[in-house]
């Protein structure tokens, strides 16, 4: 009695187109998958808009008190207006590859008394970008710029104030795919 007959090329070769069946999937997934992960731009406007606001806050205020060079008894002062991004040592400029008309950032830095009325405040940027941060309110828009607001409290020329700065980044040509 035979168990195990002594022809078994065919089963060797049935098993090997099921081997290079099972290579090229294989294949085909890692390749579909590095398509999908490098096709993708990373979206870094928040993390920008972040690094921007804590960049300003950093710059006005130190350990709770306002930097005296920055400000006097009427707000900012007049040496601050003049050099503030040197004082900061904040830069704007962006590559020009996506053809940008206007600037792709706006923010804002505002000083309330403890009673909520402003007292003081400034801002740079393309103001047309504040749109996009009361559409955001409702709802996650990718294609729109995106908006970080930070708050905290410092003390200066013997006042207390809120400081609310609000920062925003645009370059939805660069980091958004259509």
Do not use: H
């Not at 960049?55 to 503030?84: H, M, Y």
């Amino acid at each position: 009695m035979k168990i195990f007959p002594k022809n078994r090329k065919g089963t060797d070769k049935l098993i090997s187109i099921y081997w290079f069946f099972i290579l090229f999937l294989s294949a085909a997934a890692i390749v579909y998958m590095v398509a999908v992960f490098y096709n993708s731009p990373d979206d870094v406007r928040e993390l920008e808009a972040n690094i921007l606001a804590n960049n300003l806050a950093d710059c006005i205020s130190r350990g709770g008190e306002l930097v005296p060079e920055l400000f006097d008894e009427n707000g900012w002062s007049d040496s601050s207006r003049e050099n503030f991004w040197e004082s900061c040592r904040i830069t704007f400029d962006v590559e020009d590859m996506q053809g940008w008309e206007g600037p792709q950032y706006y923010w804002s830095v505002r000083f309330y008394d403890m009673n909520g009325i402003e007292v003081f405040g400034r801002f740079t940027g393309n103001l047309n970008l504040l749109s996009s941060c009361e559409l955001q309110k409702e709802e996650e828009y990718d294609k729109l710029a995106k908006c970080v607001e930070r708050r905290f409290y410092a003390v200066g020329a013997g006042e207390q104030y809120l400081v609310k700065i609000l920062s925003v980044v645009r370059k939805t040509e660069k980091n958004v795919n259509a």
